[in-house]
């Protein structure tokens, strides 16, 4: 799984695994902030939520167009230098409501900007590694492994975030109730527990942007290891760096098939987006959050989800390895992880009363992290047999899977009051398991789609093209994290079933358009001209 890979995929995975971590412990907690801090319903602050992610996946495309002209590297730095001041505008409080609305919007700004020179360029750098004959069959796992480093990150920042506003709430005399519950739980002092609960969140955005200075550091310190994927296509043919030659009908085709693939997967984004908003919603108003029992509470305690991941991993490597000492070693690593999973577990009070909604966006990680290995594992012996689906198949795959995701959660909204009738109360009764089984189902729909398609990307975009379409791809998706907001924007509109439905069908719709264009877009991943 590791073995062959070069080291800078793993200088390149670790710098963005350090700015997903603080992007995502800042998005663990940012409509909740909204609402707790401007008094926003779940419309409004589904609206910002959406609009901010749109620019965020927008603004590669165009870091794209800028570093195919000036450099991908010095579009990271800069970018990463843009995001660390946009994080830093975004801790400091301000003196009225007004002006902290503005510095938001202003921070917010600088941080999609910020994110547009850094993550698809950095993306592309991980491609270029792969453009050698000797290293191009390892790009799939290569963005299976980086993927995973993403999603290494992201995993730690929901216990983060809650590390940071849960003790605050408690020096203020407080304990967390979801927001729709503060005045009934604490009456003329709600107004004081909501300001109190958004001073914590904003402790978050202070852990966010030291991860981005970290992740700064490793890029630069770790720069000789991937230096030579660094380059252009016009700074290779001045190198005399064998570059791909397309004509200009070749290099039109490509892009229309990329353009295709985009179309495609922006109504996946939409519907896997919805982790930071009508899903969270769900969590804080309809999942049981106090009085967790049993091995139910093993999923909040993301040390005991963390230990669990890596056993996975040491529990492939232990069928890899080709010594028998490496194996015994192994083993024993993997029963002593196991057993400190238990122990974080056991260490848990029962029952758990401390889940909150924020939680729920470790779930996604932690499975990205914990099935990496399995979906390398056995594509990889699918490859062997040369029955490896295609990047078009795993993409149309992908989405029906989504589809499936939304409907375990519709069939767990059966019998629930409709936010439009529930109002401002809570319900708070669902099992943690449905929302965490839709989680499960998403992800595997996300290991299917995401690295896939970047892979892709990077694989049939014409060479001097390589930022701007590596940019299409969060443009794309930028797209699909606008219209996330649909949901939120119905949610206190139509029943909860509905909502869900509008998602499933649109996903289904999704998936069986790119099946249906699966052989053109086949033509243009084998190398040769795509007849679109």
Sequence with gaps: MFKGQPKGLFA????????????????????????AKFGWDENESGQVYAIFLAGLYFMPLLGGIIADKIGYGKCVTIGSIVMILGYVALSIPMTTDQIDKWALF?????????????????QVLVGNLYDTPELSSKRDSAFSLFYMGINLGAMFAPAMAKAMYMPHLENAGFHYVPIDNAVMEFGTRAGEYLQTLAGGFRLCFIIACAAHVLSLLIYIVCRPWYKHADVTSNEARKKEIPVEELTPQQTRQRIVALLLVFAVVIFFWMAFHQNGSALTFFADKYTQLDGIT??????????????????????????????????????????????????????????YNDATASDFQQFN??????????????????????????????IGLGMLLAGVGFAVITVASKNLISPMDLGDRSQNILDPNWLIGTYFTLTVAELLLSPMGMSFVSKVAPPKYKGLMMGGWFAA?????????????????????????????LCVIAGLIMFALRKRLETATSGTVPNV
């Design 106 to 122: 202003l921070s917010l700004a600088m941080i999609a900007i910020g994110t547009g020179l850094f993550k698809g360029n950095l």
């Design 12 to 35: 390149l995975a670790l710098s963005n695994a350090g700015e997903r971590f603080g992007y995502y412990t800042m998005l663990a907690i940012f409509t909740l902030y909204m609402r």
């Design 294 to 351: 049993g091995l139910n509470r093993m999923w909040f305690n993301v040390w005991s989800l963390t230990l669990i991941a890596v056993s996975v991993y040491t529990l492939f490597t232990i069928f890899q390895s080709e010594e028998r000492k490496a194996r015994i070693i192994l083993t024993v690593v993997t029963l002593v992880l196991g057993a400190g999973a238990i122990a974080f577990y056991l260490a848990m009070p029962n029952p």
């Design 365 to 394: 990680p932690f499975f990205v992290v914990a099935l990496t290995p399995v979906s390398v594992v056995v594509f990889g012996m699918l490859a062997s047999k040369g029955k490896e689906p295609s990047a078009p198949v795993k």
């Design 477 to 505: 998706t930028a797209i699909g994290n606008y219209l996330s907001r649909i949901p939120s924007a119905l949610w206190n509109r139509i029943p909860l079933m509905a909502n869900w439905a509008i998602i499933i069908g």
